[in-house]
């Protein structure tokens, strides 16, 4: 199994609803572009990538969001390098079709009462149904570790719950150490990287807004 060294997490630029949540009610949450802020950062982010990767080749899977496509090209990273595969479900989580501003703050207040990871929007997911299509992305990744030649650097572009999401299915964190962290900043990046014991450790955590709150002893 050729496991790669680095497995890189990125999330989009800022994107136009990052700065007018009414934006949402004119257009589709996909459909939506990034700034020129966040094509700043993820060209920012592209000069840390390029260093990094040097003139290794990269497996990268992309959001099929317009942010996160635009934030992936801004990186300018040289074609002849990477493959790159669509996979949606790396895609942001499902807060419904057209979003009435004020009922999605509202249900955002819900959520923050209820619980990220459970609370479930009226006509999208809760963060467990990103959870489920997260884990069905890793167990195809693992698989594709399979090839003798798969690439050394695997890149994933996408947004910052499927982020958290994916490190918490990876590292099995528990519901309540997940609900601890914050959303990476828009195009932060996180890594993991393959030691000689042949574990991955993450090369900085997420930032903290609370100690985890257990209901048990887990581990």
């Known amino acids: 199994m050729a496991r790669p060294r680095r497995i890189v997490l990125v999330r989009h630029g800022e994107s136009t609803g990052n700065v007018d949540d009414s934006v949402y009610e004119r257009e589709p949450d996909h459909a939506l572009a990034l700034t020129e802020r966040g094509r ?23 959001s099929p969001y317009r942010r996160t496509h635009e934030t992936l090209q801004a990186f300018h990273l040289d ?11 790396l895609r942001e989580q499902d ?12 249900q955002k207040a819900y959520r923050d009462a209820y619980g990220h990871f459970f609370y479930r929007f009226a006509q999208g997911e809760s963060g467990a149904d990103v959870y489920d299509r997260v884990g069905g992305f890793l167990e195809s990744l693992f698989r594709s570790f399979e090839a003798p030649d798969h690439p050394p650097n695997v890149l994933l572009v ?3 719950l499927a982020m958290r999401l994916f490190c918490m299915r990876w590292f099995h964190w528990t519901v ?8 990476p900043e828009n195009g932060d990046m ?5 030691g000689e014991d042949g574990r991955y450790t993450l ?8 100690d985890p709150e257990p209901y048990g002893i887990t581990g």
């Not at 700043?40 to 899977?61: D, H, I, M």
């Not at 807060?95 to 509202?106: E, I, P």
């Open 40 to 62: 700043q950062q993820a060209e920012e982010t592209g000069k840390r990538l390029r260093e990094l990767f040097g003139r290794e080749r990269v497996s990268v899977y992309v």
């Open 79 to 89: 074609p002849e390098l990477i493959r790159v595969r669509e996979e949606p479900r």
């Open 95 to 106: 807060w419904g079709n057209w979003q009435d501003r004020d009922d999605v703050r509202l």
């Open 158 to 160: 996408t947004h910052g």
């Open 176 to 183: 309540a150490e997940f609900e601890s962290l914050l959303n």
């Open 190 to 194: 996180r890594m993991l990287v393959l």
């Open 203 to 210: 090369d900085r955590p997420f930032e903290r807004w609370r």
